[in-house]
Structure formats: C-alpha cells, structure tokens
C-alpha cells in the first residue's frame, strides 16, 4: 500500500464546477506539497502546506494532520485547469519526499 | 530567469551506452533533486544534493552516479543503460526544505529510451 493515496484517479467536470482532489498518507509529516502536472509534461508547484489552509486565485489547499488528510480544492473550473495533480508529502527528517500517482482533471468546455 | 533546465530533452540509448543528463539551476538553491517517473508510479526519488559537493542516494539510485562540483549544476550518469532505465526524469531543486522557503521548482523533464 503506497504511503500516500490520491481519489479519485480520474474526475472529468462540466467547465465551472466546483472540485476536490484528496489525498491521503499514513506517516506524520513535516509537508505537504500539491503539484501541477501539464499534457506537455511540465510539474509546477502549487502549494506547500504544513497546517491549516492556503489559497491562491481559484485554488485551495487545506490539510488535517490529525486524520493526515489534505484536499486541492479549484472553484469555478477552466478547461485549462485540465492537468494531472499530485500530492507529495515529507516525512520527518527525511529528504525523501512520497508522491501520490496523481489525479488526471478534465475540464470539459 | 531561466529557473531549472534539463538537456537533453530526449535520448535514445542502446544497452550498454552511457550518457549524462545535466541540471542547471540558476536560483541559488541548496537542495537538488532527480526523479525519476514512470506510467502508474509516483515520481520516485534517485540521487539528492543538499549543497554544493554533496549528494546522497534515493530510493531508486542503483544504476545511476551523480555529482554536484558546482552549486548551480546537478548531474546525473548512467554508466550502462538498461531497458528498465527507460523514464522521463525530473530534476527538481528548492531553497531549502523550510516551509516558506521550500517551495520545488522542477525541470521540464527529460525522456529517456533505452532500446
């Protein structure tokens, strides 16, 4: 079992939707990174987060540490939203940083 | 600002063969990275480098040797390439591993066949 767990694998939303990637670990942590992934493959980073929530335009992450669960939330969904998002997290004193395998986002016009 | 760059961008290897895939970063950053990601895997770690004349092994690194003589540049070997090599690899590198300073910043990647 991977220590850190995506769902759903695969969303497909109508343009304008509301939607939630979660993730999921089971080791405690010191970060939690949400990651962009384009068609063109390019990985851009969207949010670090230790506690608490963060936002930034129509994207936001918030994290449990208690239940070790975190969500990427994107409001009012653009078909350039279309991308695969993966979580990552770092355990304590570790380099190591433990990728989810992603969850493809299609946006649909 | 170029951020982090990957050359090549593609490869085609024969078993045996040897290449080089280099990381330059031109952010100052302490920490680099290789990953490697292959289909239904997350992106797993290799080789790592928390400063300049460090590195240390990943989870995957056999097979690979890497190097980091200059701060800016994180270099990554492989000395006879094998099919399971076959990957798209990603250097990524950050600031540190602090939380308002440890934001990754990744390479476009580089694709890697070995026939």
């Known amino acids: 079992k991977n220590e850190v767990e995506q769902s759903p694998q695969n969303l497909t939303a109508q343009e304008g939707e509301f939607i939630t990637i979660n993730c999921s670990y089971s080791v405690g942590i010191s970060a939690l990174h949400w990651l962009q992934q384009h068609p063109g493959g390019g990985i851009v980073s969207l949010f670090m987060?230790?506690?608490g929530k963060k936002k930034h335009g129509r994207l936001i992450a918030t994290i449990n540490i208690q239940e070790k669960h975190s969500s990427l939330h994107i409001t009012a969904s653009h078909p350039r939203d279309s991308a695969v998002y993966i979580c990552a997290v770092r355990s304590f004193g570790n380099e190591k940083l433990t990728f989810g395998t992603g969850t493809r986002l299609t946006i649909i016009p | 600002n170029a951020g982090v760059t990957q050359t090549p961008k593609f490869r085609v290897l024969k078993t045996g063969q040897s290449m080089t895939l280099l990381c330059a970063q031109d952010?100052?950053?302490?920490?680099m990275y290789w990953y490697r990601q292959d289909p239904g895997m997350g992106l797993r770690l290799i080789h790592y480098?928390?400063?300049?004349?460090?590195?240390a092994k990943g989870e995957v690194p056999d097979g690979y040797n890497v190097s980091r003589l200059k701060k800016q540049n994180f270099l990554l070997g492989l000395e006879s390439a094998a099919p399971s090599q076959t990957s798209v690899y990603f250097c990524?590198?950050?600031?540190?591993?602090?939380?308002?300073?440890?934001?990754?910043?990744f390479g476009e990647g580089s694709r890697l066949t070995v026939l």
């Open positions: 990524a590198s950050s600031y540190s591993r602090r939380m308002n300073t440890g934001e990754l910043f």
């Open positions: 480098s928390v400063g300049e004349g460090t590195t």
């Open positions: 987060l230790s506690s």
């Open positions: 952010m100052n950053h302490e920490y």
